[in-house]
């Protein structure tokens, strides 16, 4: 008679509550710093006065 080892792997499918919490945690930090942004006008956009100037290189004189 021949000696069979067999491994039995039990696996419950549920892991530490940690991740999840990770996972709120960092919605909230997000979802806070949007709201933070927004009352002290950085996500408003605004009115901007922006001018910009551009000078052109003038070609050189024609020689004949």
Do not use: C, R
Request: hydrophobic fraction near 40%; proline fraction near 5%.
């Amino acid at each position: 008679m021949s000696d069979k080892n067999d491994t039995t792997v039990v696996h419950t499918g549920s892991s530490g509550g940690a991740g999840w919490f990770v996972a709120v945690v960092i919605v909230l930090l997000v979802a806070g710093g949007g709201l933070y942004m927004y009352q002290f006008g950085a996500l408003s956009g605004g009115s901007k006065d922006v001018n910009v100037e551009i000078k052109l290189p003038t070609p050189p004189a024609a020689t004949e």
